[in-house]
Every structure is written in C-alpha cells, then in structure tokens.
C-alpha cells in the first residue's frame, strides 16, 4: 500500500490528438501498480489547451487540465503518434512539451514522442531511441541527438526516451527501479506479467528485407540473386566474377555503397532469411540450413551478435502456429 505520508511523485503526462493510446496507459499502469507497493505516483494528463483529446484508437481521454497551468512537476512524460515522425510537428505542441519539460526534473518520451522531444532541444548532445521504423528519420532530422536504434530504451541523466509502444513500460519500469530499488519494481513486473528487463534489443522486433538497395546495376542484381537463395557459395571471388569485376573493385563498391564488406553483408542477408524462415514456423536446424549458415551453432552466434537473442528465443516468440510443409 501507498505509505500517505510520502511526497508524491507528479507526474504530467502530454496528450493531443490522435496520440497512441497504449503509450499513455502503459506507462500509467505500471505507476499505478507501483503505487501498490508503497510508491506514491500521481498521474495527470495534460492537452495544449485544456480540452479532451481523442486517442489513435478512437477512445477519448479527459485531462486534468491544459499545460500553461502545470506546476511542480517531478516527471513529463511525452507519449507518441504515427504524425510526429511523418508529418512536421505543431508549433503550438512543442511549445506546450516545451513548458511541461522546462520546470520537470525528468523527461520521459516514449516511442516517436522522441521527435517531439528532440523538437524541444533536449535531447541535443543526448543518446536516444524511438521505433525502429523511424530511428534512421529521427537521426536525420536531429544530426545533434545520438540516436541507437537498437535500444528498447535509453536513460541519459534526468531525459529518457523507449522505442515502440511496449518499450514504455520497460522504460517505466526501469524508472521505477530508479525510484525505489529493485525489489519493488520486481514486485511491479510480476505483477504485471512483464519483464523487469527484457532479453536483447528492438532489432529482434524490426521487420526483415531492411537492407538498403545499392545504386549499382550489377551489385544490386548480385544481392537479388543471394536473397533469392541465400544457401549458395558466395565467396568474394564467386561474387566478383557473377558481378564481372574484380574482387578488390567488388570490395570498394560494397564499402562506397553499402558501408560494409561483401562477408558481413551477406551474413545480414542470410540472417534476414533465418528470420523470415523462423517467422514462418521453421525449427532452428531449418532456418539454419536453408539462409546458408550450415548449422545451428553458426546461426545462434549470428542471433545473438545482431539481435542479442538465441534463435531457439527469437521463434518461441514470433514463429507462426501454423507450421509448413
């Protein structure tokens, strides 16, 4: 139970419309749960100008009241929304973010909240993280924020920032353990039937083909063949003579267009493969033949060394029920 007698922790929560629902509720559930353990979180939502908003799902949210009178503040948290990585931002929503973060002592933005968030210059000179979908735009649009893709999230002195929509309960969660120890936010998890600290990063979530197409006619057909089957023997002289160049000009294109060489490419072909072969249903031994690893040693260490799982992990979680042929 809540112990009264402490000072409770504020909380301002910036809603607006067609902000994603979960990236509210998550996080105000997992302080609500804490606050059953004897943490003392007080939660309020807070639009622009006072008035209720509707939330990505259609369900509306009434708020406690409109930014301009928020005071006191411990924590902000800037939840997200498809428009804030797609289209340009509200002037009048940052200035509001702006006004929440400015008398905050922690903010908090949960998935593309970050855009908003960079939007306000805090994360200037910062790490951070939002979806997987929309971390190479955030980095573009913010070259001074340093952005890690692969964070579920990121906590850089009093700002943090979570990828996708879950990723803000874990982030709550490691807040709350911040807050009041580890026992208390285990207790939370538990609860919660969710993971103190999940297992890898978002790449294990990130859909597979993210590889960019390279500008050269011949290279760009060389990786259409090896997705096509990416078990062949793909030695860099095997590569340079399919593309009819030498293995050293084939080395450069690689690096000039692709930022790699030719092995560590391919790898991230044929992992992309495993993927997509492990999605689909396929045991380990499957994946690992068919994408070209040859043996399920060889896929675990590529697994773990991109994604931070074991493949055995990554299909418990996203193998399809339905099993092929």
């Known amino acids: 139970m809540t112990d009264r007698s402490i000072r409770?922790?504020?909380?301002?929560?910036?809603?607006?419309?067609?902000?994603?629902?979960?990236?509210?509720?998550?996080?105000?559930?997992?302080?609500?749960?804490?606050?059953?353990?004897?943490?003392?979180?007080?939660v309020t939502l807070h639009s622009p100008d006072g008035e209720p908003v509707r939330s990505s799902t259609g369900l509306g949210l009434t708020v406690d009241g409109p930014v301009p009178a928020v005071t006191g503040l411990d924590t902000v948290l800037l939840p997200g929304a498809e428009s804030l990585a797609v289209a340009g931002l509200d002037p009048a929503l940052v200035a509001a973010a702006t006004t929440m973060a400015d008398s905050a002592q922690r903010v908090v933005s949960v998935c593309t909240g970050a855009f908003l968030l960079a939007a306000t210059g805090l994360l200037d000179g910062r790490r951070a993280t939002t979806?997987?979908?929309?971390?190479?735009?955030?980095?573009?649009?913010?070259?001074?924020?340093?952005?890690?893709e692969d964070s579920l999230y990121v906590i850089d002195d009093k700002v943090a920032t979570s990828a996708g929509v879950t990723a803000g309960i874990d982030l709550t969660l490691a807040l709350v353990e911040a807050d009041h120890g580890p026992t208390l936010s285990r207790d939370v998890a538990r609860s919660?039937?969710?993971?103190?600290?999940?297992?890898?990063?978002?790449?294990?979530?990130?859909?597979?083909?993210?590889?960019p197409k390279p500008r050269h006619r011949p290279l760009r057909e060389l990786l259409d063949t090896v997705a096509a089957d990416p078990a062949?023997?793909?030695?860099?002289?095997?590569?340079?003579?399919?593309?009819?160049?030498?293995?050293?000009?084939?080395?450069?294109l690689f690096q000039r267009e692709l930022g790699t060489t030719p092995a560590r490419h391919i790898e991230r072909l044929r992992l992309e493969a495993a993927q997509t072969l492990l999605d689909a249903g396929h045991t380990v031994t499957s994946a690992a033949g068919r994408s070209g690893f040859g043996s399920d040693e060889n896929l675990r260490r590529a697994f773990v060394q991109h994604l931070g799982i074991p493949p055995a992990t990554y299909r418990r979680r996203f193998a399809s029920t339905i099993r092929p042929r």
């Open 8 to 42: 409770p922790h504020r909380v301002g929560v910036l809603v607006f419309p067609g902000v994603t629902l979960l990236d509210v509720a998550g996080p105000a559930e997992v302080l609500t749960e804490a606050n059953r353990y004897g943490a003392a979180y007080q």
């Open 131 to 148: 979806h997987w979908r929309h971390a190479q735009t955030l980095a573009r649009r913010h070259p001074k924020v340093d952005v890690e």
């Open 192 to 211: 919660l039937v969710v993971f103190l600290q999940r297992p890898g990063g978002q790449s294990q979530f990130s859909a597979p083909s993210r590889t």
């Open 232 to 252: 062949g023997d793909y030695s860099v002289p095997e590569l340079a003579a399919a593309a009819g160049v030498s293995p050293r000009h084939l080395t450069r």
